[in-house]
Nanobody, 115 residues
């Protein structure tokens, strides 16, 4: 069974940075595209960053220039570097394969941006 475990979240002030990690077991991170989703209270889960198998990336407009998705094949881990954080970035963040290859959702990790 493929498992996805997010870590690295927490409380940060506006303008600060966090780096989220997604440890993958049971599959290689390079075998499929990988993405980061987030879900704020009362809102739908949305895909904010994607890395294709060839390493190309894409982002939702609201995080372009601030977030960077990357992977370390040797560690079988996907990362999301988040800079210049804003209160509207507050959400539970999840890693997963983008549709149609998505897996069961993990617990996610809370990111709170507040002063």
């Amino acid at each position: 069974q493929v498992q996805l475990v997010e870590s690295g979240g927490g409380l940060v002030q506006p303008g600060g940075s966090l780096r989220l990690s997604c440890a993958v077991s049971g599959s290689s991170v390079s075998s499929y595209a990988m993405g980061w989703y987030r879900q704020a209270p009362g809102k739908q889960r949305i895909l904010v960053a994607t890395m294709a198998r060839d390493g190309s990336t894409s982002y939702v407009d609201s995080v372009k220039g601030r977030f960077t998705i990357s992977r370390d094949n040797a560690k079988n881990t996907v990362y999301l570097q988040m800079n210049s954080l804003k209160p509207e970035d507050t959400a539970v963040y999840y890693c997963n394969r983008p549709r149609p290859y998505s897996l069961s959702w993990g617990r996610g990790i809370q990111v709170t941006v507040s002063s």
